[in-house]
Each structure stands twice: as structure tokens, then as C-alpha cells.
């Protein structure tokens, strides 16, 4: 990037009154497309891009690009890449345990490993929960969501536990009414608080 645009950048920030600097960088035609999206997502300065910078920030701790990365309540895998082929094997180039009292870095073979160990136990408790909510039952559907009618139903939903929760510890429930409880369509079960009812399609 040319100095002088650089210089420019950096004076135009020194005036703006709104907190925003600018940031430039050059990124290869064939993947402009969809890293402009991803960008525009990640910089939106709303709920969805604080929540993306979040995501990005305690998967970006490590030295290395993170393949993958499995939490628990007091214990973290991580595997970390690029990955590498090898006579068309790939292997991550390492990974990290941490747990209490214990930190492990581990070699690739380790990583493989282990990467294998934790890719099988979600795979089974996933199973496991779909049973249990007897979803091989239902029609399979899709993974995309209406989002104009899905956010606003959780936060109902959110709202609803939240004024349970006050009014089993004596708190006043008109202070934890959603402000945006405003739904168009006849919803099923009705919302605790405002009476509507929420869809499910």
C-alpha cells in the first residue's frame, strides 16, 4: 500500500470523532469474494460482529491457526494446524491439553489422535441426544433459519426463563419484559410474558 494513502488513513482517523479507524489490506482477487463478506460480518458494529470477534479472539490465543478447538468446563484440546499431507495423510502440526492441573503439548501423532478421540465422542453424544429427542422421527429439514422469526422466538423464550427465574426469587417480572416482544404471526406456545405464541415451521 502506497505511503502516502497510509498517511492519509491515519490523518483522516486523527479527525473522526466516532472512535472508527480505517484498515487496509490487499487480498487475492479468487477469494475477495467471499473474505469481503466474512469481513463485512466480523466488523458489523452490532450484536452479530461483537459476537463473531469474541468467537475469533479465544480461537486465535495460540501461536498457530487453531484446526480445531473442544472445551469443556475446566479442560480445553486444542489442534492446531496448517495441517500438513503426507503421502496424501494429514496430520495437524501439533495440538494443546489443558486441564487442571495439567499442560500437554502435543506432537502430531498425538494431536491425530486425539482429534480422532474427540471428533468420536461428539459424534456419539449427538447421536445419543437425537435419539432422545426422537428426531429420526421427524422430517429432516433444513440447516438455514429464518432469522426474522427464529431471533426474535429464543429471545422470547430467554425473556420467558428469565421471569421465572425473578419470580421465584421474589424480583419484580416487569423488569425483565423483552422490549422487542413484538411477533407478527400466531405463534405456538403462547410467551409467558407477552401472550403471543410462537412459530414453529
Known amino acids: 500500500m502506497p505511503v502516502s494513502r497510509k498517511a492519509v488513513d491515519r490523518l483522516s482517523d486523527l479527525l473522526r470523532r466516532d472512535g472508527k479507524v480505517t484498515y487496509r489490506t490487499r487480498i487475492d482477487a479468487r477469494e475477495a469474494a467471499y473474505l469481503s463478506r466474512m469481513l463485512d460480518r466480523i466488523t458489523a458494529d452490532e450484536q452479530d460482529g461483537e459476537a463473531l470477534r469474541f468467537f475469533l479472539s479465544r480461537s486465535m490465543q495460540g501461536e498457530r491457526p487453531p ?18 499431507e503426507v503421502d496424501s495423510y494429514w ?3 501439533g495440538g494443546l491439553v489443558l486441564t487442571l492441573g495439567a499442560t500437554a503439548h ?20 449427538i447421536r445419543a441426544w437425537a435419539r432422545d429427542q426422537d428426531l429420526y422421527s421427524l422430517p429432516e429439514g433444513t440447516d438455514a ?21 425473578a ?20 405463534l405456538s406456545p403462547p410467551c409467558a410474558l407477552c401472550g403471543r405464541r410462537l412459530a414453529r415451521d
Not at 502435543?106 to 453424544?125: C, G, N, S, V, W
Not at 421465584?168 to 400466531?186: K, Q, S, Y
Request: proline fraction near 6%.
Open 91 to 93: 496430520l495437524p502440526l
Open 145 to 165: 433459519i429464518d432469522r426474522g422469526v427464529a431471533d426474535p422466538a429464543a429471545k422470547v423464550m430467554i425473556a420467558a426463563w428469565a421471569a421465572e427465574q
Open 106 to 125: 502435543l506432537d502430531p501423532f498425538e494431536a491425530k489422535a486425539l482429534h480422532r478421540k474427540m471428533q468420536d465422542a461428539i459424534e456419539t453424544a
Open 167 to 186: 419470580s421465584a426469587n421474589g424480583r419484580d417480572v416487569e423488569t425483565v419484559r423483552p422490549r422487542d416482544c413484538e411477533l407478527r404471526d400466531v
Open 67 to 84: 484446526i480445531d478447538i473442544y472445551r469443556g468446563d475446566t479442560s480445553t484440546c486444542r489442534i492446531d494446524g496448517p495441517w500438513q
